[in-house]
Nanobody
Framework: QVQLEESGGGLVQPGESLRLSCAASGNIFSINTMGWYRQAPGKQRELVATITTSGNTRYADSVKGRSTISRDNAKNTVYLRMDSLKPEDTAVYYC????????????????WGQGTQVTVSS
């Protein structure tokens, strides 16, 4: 009943900027921590950035200083803006969210989006 949908990926040149969006929908009571992860071919998935409900953020060293994660709780959406993009940023980017389901027991589950491709090349 809950799904995440990413958007905003594509082909960009080195030095340019990109903004990714991820919207959650379904039987949602509330959303806790949300984040972005990425995976390049032949490599393991790695954390890019996370943000809590109160706005506390954390970034990977490789993107710190040139990335900004934010969220709009009214829209159940998390964003990731990346500036000064490098070829090393090329990967499939996945959205993640810890969601409390709107049932009597209010269980907590971790959900993943299908991923969006980001390619940085000249």
């Amino acid at each position: 009943q809950v799904q995440l949908e990413e958007s905003g990926g594509g082909l960009v040149q080195p030095g340019e900027s990109l903004r990714l969006s991820c919207a959650a929908s379904g039987n949602i009571f509330s959303i806790n921590t949300m984040g972005w992860y990425r995976q390049a071919p032949g490599k393991q998935r790695e954390l890019v950035a996370t943000i809590t409900t109160s706005g506390n953020t954390r970034y990977a060293d490789s993107v710190k200083g040139r990335s900004t994660i934010s969220r709009d709780n009214a829209k159940n959406t998390v964003y990731l803006r990346m500036d000064s993009l490098k070829p090393e940023d090329t990967a499939v980017y996945y959205c993640n969210a810890r969601i409390i389901i709107a049932t009597s027991t209010r269980p907590l589950y971790s959900y993943w989006g299908q991923g969006t491709q980001v390619t940085v090349s000249s």
